[in-house]
């Protein structure tokens, strides 16, 4: 079952460990599916080497990361989707990089700020140092995110990049440009239904960028804070 405890919306620094973790949550929405409880699939993950990593140092990490992705959404559906042998691979990378956006502020902001504009624009080139401008400002406006090492942000662009290469909105992490993207119509509807317009953009959905535009009105752009 789903965690009872308040969801809270992480800054994302942890994305340098977790990565896109696609086959990771498959594995964890499954179980949840079948009804084991989050604590047995976190101690599963560790004793058992369900995701079979080399060692299983970190196991118990990741499981954590999926379960929190998995409450970030909210959606039994898309959970559900999530899960091996319900969604096809493409709708489950679709829908992780939708779960992390909602987990994570560093990647909802990176969707909105740099994604959803190119697509709205269509303006389909984003290059590396777009993606060091989107950092540089996070830093300004945000002191914790300041505070990380320049490690940890050379990390964070590689991920940033990979997890659209991995959802299929770019072709490699040497590209410089966004591919046409059909978003997947469950993910469409879920999306609307948790009044996610202004993700929706970076997803090449822009059916509901009118009402984005008068639900965000006099409002900071609909970013996660």
Same mark, same amino acid.
């Given at each position: 079952?789903?965690?009872?405890?308040?969801?809270?919306?992480?800054?994302?620094?942890?994305?340098?460990?977790?990565?896109?973790?696609? +086959?990771? #949550?498959?594995?964890?929405? &499954?179980? $949840? /599916?079948?009804?084991?409880?989050?604590?047995?699939?976190?101690? %599963?993950?560790?004793? +058992?080497? #369900?995701?079979?990593?080399? &060692?299983? $140092? /970190?196991?118990?990490?990741?499981?954590?990361?999926?379960?929190? %992705?998995?409450?970030?959404?909210?959606?039994?559906?898309?959970?559900?989707?999530?899960?091996?042998?319900?969604?096809?691979?493409?709708?489950?990378?679709q829908i992780n990089l939708y779960a992390i956006a909602c987990a994570y502020r560093l990647m909802r902001e990176f969707l909105v700020e740099e994604v959803a504009l190119r697509y709205r624009t269509l303006d389909f080139e984003l290059t590396a140092a777009d993606v060091n401008a989107f950092f540089t400002r996070v830093r300004a406006r945000d002191e914790g995110v300041a505070s990380w090492s320049e490690a940890t942000f050379i990390k964070l662009r590689g991920v940033l990049r990979g997890s659209l290469v991995k959802a299929g909105l770019m072709r490699s992490v040497a590209s410089s440009e966004l591919l046409p993207f059909a978003i997947d119509p469950a993910l469409e509807r879920a999306m609307v239904a948790k009044g996610d317009f202004d993700l929706l953009p970076a997803f090449d959905c822009m059916r509901f960028d009118a009402c984005d535009s008068s639900v965000n009105a006099g409002s900071e752009g609909g970013v996660a804070k």
């Open positions: 079952m789903p965690s009872q405890k308040p969801f809270e919306v992480k800054r994302g620094g942890t994305l340098t460990r977790e990565k896109f973790l696609l +086959d990771e #949550i498959r594995i964890v929405a &499954t179980l $949840r /599916e079948s009804g084991v409880s989050d604590a047995d699939i976190i101690r %599963r993950a560790s004793e +058992d080497n #369900i995701f079979q990593y080399p &060692t299983t $140092r /970190e196991a118990a990490g990741m499981a954590c990361a999926c379960l929190h %992705r998995l409450d970030a959404l909210a959606c039994p559906e898309l959970a559900g989707l999530l899960a091996e042998g319900r969604g096809s691979f493409d709708q489950a990378a």
